[in-house]
């Protein structure tokens, strides 16, 4: 795809792929950013930017810092968490750092965020079982 290159960089807090700033231009690499963002407001159960917020107010800090310490369940609210399978969760995050990758190349296409999505599906199934068969109840 062309880049589109822009004259002021534009775009939403938390939500902008931090390589517009450095090279003024988007690709669809900057969309896959963020998608990635938003996959982590859905895991993590918070806004990507909150302004005034001492323990960080970016999630995509918060959410990489935790991942690379290999500590998944901090990101994820313990509502979720306990209703979740462990393999399903890592692979679930691993999808979204990889959208959120600083470097534009190091990201993956979409093909691949789907089939990492469509896998961490298949992981949760079993789990889903449990659930329904009342051993893990549902809290929504």
């Given at each position: 795809?062309?880049?589109?290159h822009?004259t002021?960089?534009?775009?939403?807090k938390?939500?902008?792929d931090p390589?517009?700033?450095?090279?003024g231009?988007?690709?669809?690499k900057?969309?896959i950013?963020?998608?990635?963002?938003?996959?982590?407001?859905?895991?993590?159960?918070?806004?990507a930017?909150?302004?005034?917020?001492?323990d960080?107010?970016?999630?995509?800090?918060?959410?990489k810092?935790?991942?690379?310490?290999d500590?998944?369940?901090?990101?994820?609210?313990?509502?979720?968490?306990d209703q979740?399978g462990m393999e399903?969760a890592?692979t679930f995050?691993?999808?979204?750092?990889?959208c959120?990758?600083?470097d534009?190349v190091?990201?993956?296409?979409?093909?691949?965020?789907?089939?990492?999505l469509e896998k961490?599906?298949?992981?949760?199934?079993?789990?889903?079982?449990?659930?329904s068969?009342?051993n893990?109840?549902?809290?929504?």
């Amino acid at each position: 795809m062309d880049d589109v290159h822009l004259t002021t960089p534009i775009g939403t807090k938390g939500y902008m792929d931090p390589e517009i700033v450095k090279t003024g231009g988007v690709t669809h690499k900057s969309d896959i950013y963020s998608f990635g963002v938003v996959l982590l407001e859905i895991l993590c159960g918070r806004k990507a930017y909150i302004p005034n917020e001492d323990d960080g107010s970016f999630l995509v800090s918060v959410a990489k810092f935790e991942y690379e310490k290999d500590n998944v369940e901090n990101l994820i609210p313990p509502s979720l968490f306990d209703q979740m399978g462990m393999e399903s969760a890592r692979t679930f995050t691993s999808a979204a750092i990889l959208c959120v990758k600083d470097d534009r190349v190091q990201r993956p296409d979409m093909k691949y965020i789907v089939h990492q999505l469509e896998k961490a599906l298949e992981l949760q199934l079993p789990y889903e079982s449990l659930n329904s068969s009342g051993n893990v109840p549902y809290l929504c």
